[in-house]
């Protein structure tokens, strides 16, 4: 785990909830609360710099930012996850476990509003808020970044119990989903596929695909991948629908579809490369 200093804006600190869940967590160092807040999943590297600094990006937002270190009960090599030469794959069960606690952490804190709590999930993590919403319905929003949409997701196994399909009938809040074209992990076919799914189970979505994006654009600290213009535009949607959210722009008994793409005429899922 990356330890941090301190950031402009957010009061931060490790904390320790549930069944020995280590977290990050970033309240807003301005105004009274009660606040609304973000469950932060991490990408495959576990809970490193990018992760801890887009959990303090949401607290100068305004919002309680908790990010818990889904991977606290693996006592594999550190190092060699944060290079990406480990990989840590967990179950629903773990998911559903782990994100709960954060759940019932922030709905207990005063400075929460617990009917204001959503969550987000990137890469490896994309599904996570998904697989929470089945089980937790007072989830205000669902937030996907190049994730949630792999083939592999759809497949029942020892970690996932159910088809995919079954938890997103389960799902209660709106979806807003992230992507780049030149994605090299999740497809635009991928995309489509999640889409039917929201589409066939009348669930509420907004999709994004950014033209050109490649896998990871949204992390900082990995500068092949980065795309500073882009990042900031999808901040912008990220904050925008959760403002709508909690404004009360997608009522229950209404269903909104949103897909908007910008792709090559003649796109090639096996040209997509991996970037560093």
Not at 5 to 12: D, L
Not at 20 to 26: E, G
Not at 115 to 140: D, F, H, T
Not at 182 to 202: G, K, P
Request: net charge negative.
């Amino acid at each position: 785990m990356v330890q941090t200093t301190t950031y402009p804006g957010a009061q931060t600190s490790m904390i320790t909830f549930g069944d020995r869940v280590k977290a990050f967590l970033a309240v807003p160092e301005e105004g009274t609360g009660p606040f609304p807040a973000m469950i932060l999943s991490h990408e495959r590297y576990g809970l490193v710099q990018h992760t801890l600094d887009l959990a303090a990006k949401f607290a100068r937002y305004g919002y309680v930012g908790i990010a818990p270190d889904l991977f606290s009960h693996w006592e594999g090599d550190q190092e060699a996850l944060i290079r990406g030469d480990a990989r840590v794959t967990i179950s629903d069960y773990e998911i559903k476990t782990f994100l709960s606690a954060g759940f019932d952490f922030l709905a207990n804190d005063p400075r929460v509003d617990a009917s204001k709590i959503s969550s987000m999930g990137v890469c490896q993590s994309g599904e996570y808020p998904i697989v929470l919403n089945s089980v937790r319905p007072n989830l205000a929003a669902n937030i996907v970044v190049y994730g949630g949409a792999q083939a592999g997701l759809w497949d029942v196994g020892e970690l996932r119990l159910e088809p995919y399909i079954d938890i997103i009938k389960r799902i209660t809040a709106p979806v807003l989903g992230i992507w780049g074209e030149s994605d090299h992990v999740v497809s635009t076919e991928a995309v489509r596929n999640l889409r039917n799914a929201l589409e066939s189970e009348m669930k509420t979505y907004e999709f994004k695909l950014f033209r050109d994006m490649p896998h990871g654009w949204f992390n900082d600290t990995m500068p092949g991948r980065y795309r500073p213009k882009e990042t900031a535009e999808a901040w912008d949607l990220i904050m925008d629908f959760l403002d709508r959210v909690h404004n009360g722009a997608f009522p229950k008994d209404r269903v909104t579809w949103k897909f908007d793409s910008d792709i090559a005429a003649d796109y090639d899922f096996t040209k997509a490369v991996r970037l560093e």
